[in-house]
């Protein structure tokens, strides 16, 4: 099955700065990747994904890049702000059911 | 108006005991999930229908049985609760199998004593 790997696992910047997570995916059919943003206490909320027939999306301070071939895609948050401070997941679909498939997370920690 | 509704909230129950999570979505979905956190936060996929049907069905316990009465509820029923039970369980919902953007439920934060 799918197997996704997250990095790292604990990130701290410092406000205004920029933060990058990193994911790699195993299967090669996997065609969609989504990233979650989970505030302590909460559920996990769709912030932004990526399908397998685009390389890079944008939106606002949140970007999200796809590299098939190397099989990674990756989270960048530009001028962070403490309120993005969060668990950041991200996840791969591959097969025929809708089987989203998490990485272990990362603690985004912005500091002032 | 939440989308993705489940109760109980908080679940605090002795080894041994059998308890039910209830969820409901009024976003019209086809499709409906149930993921496991465990306290390192890891998410991890219980099972998924679509349309009544259960399509996902992960390497689960048979004491962990899920029903779907109509494409708008999906409950989760855990006979003989064990303390590796704990954990938050979220109920979640996607328009189908192949648009699979999740809307996550508040999550059910279960305690097994």
């Known amino acids: 099955g799918e197997n996704v790997e997250q990095h790292p696992s604990t990130l701290s910047v410092q406000e205004g700065d920029s933060a990058v997570i990193k994911c790699t995916y195993s299967?090669?059919?996997?065609?969609?990747f989504p990233w979650y943003k989970q505030e302590l206490g909460k559920r996990p909320q769709l912030i932004i994904d990526?399908?397998?027939?685009?390389g890079e999306k944008k939106d606002q301070r949140i970007a999200v890049t796809l590299n098939k071939t190397a099989k990674h895609f990756s989270l960048h948050i530009t001028e962070t702000q403490p309120e993005d401070s969060a668990v950041y997941f991200c996840?791969?679909?591959?097969?025929?059911?809708?089987?989203?498939?998490f990485g272990t997370g990362t603690r985004l920690q912005v500091t002032l | 108006d939440t989308a993705v509704s489940q109760t109980p909230k908080y679940l605090v129950t002795q080894m041994g005991n059998d308890k039910s999570i209830k969820c409901e979505q009024n976003?019209?979905?086809?499709?409906m999930y149930w993921y496991k956190q465990d306290s390192k936060k890891f998410l991890k996929i219980m099972f998924s229908?679509?349309?009544?049907?259960?399509?996902i069905n992960e390497t689960v316990p048979n004491r962990f049985s899920p029903k779907s009465p109509d494409k708008a509820h999906l409950n989760l029923h855990i006979n003989s609760l064990e303390l590796g039970d704990s954990a938050v369980y979220f109920c979640?919902?996607?328009?189908?199998?192949?648009?699979?953007?999740?809307?996550f439920g508040n999550g059910t934060r279960l305690t097994v004593t």
């Open positions: 979640a919902s996607s328009p189908g199998i192949y648009n699979s953007p999740l809307h």
């Open positions: 299967d090669s059919a996997s065609n969609y």
């Open positions: 990526i399908r397998s027939n685009v």
């Open positions: 996840a791969a679909r591959t097969g025929t059911a809708s089987k989203l498939t």
């Open positions: 976003l019209g979905h086809d499709t």
């Open positions: 229908y679509n349309n009544k049907e259960l399509i």
